[in-house]
């Protein structure tokens, strides 16, 4: 994985933003409509454009 972009999952793995599948990302399954929507709301609430959202 080219380094810039392994900077950027650390970050958003960090911040809670994503936490994997039995701590593993993967990057090439499918996400679900609700899964999308949780980490929307983590991404806005990170940002601080809504209210805090829990991390997980």
């Known amino acids: 994985m080219n380094p810039s972009i392994r900077r950027h999952f650390l970050d958003v793995v960090g911040s809670g933003i994503m936490s994997g599948y039995d701590g593993k990302l993967r990057p090439h ?16 609430s990170a940002s601080g454009m809504i209210g805090n959202v829990p991390a997980k």
């Open 29 to 44: 399954s499918n996400m679900t409509r609700a899964e999308t929507a949780i980490k929307l709301l983590r991404m806005l």
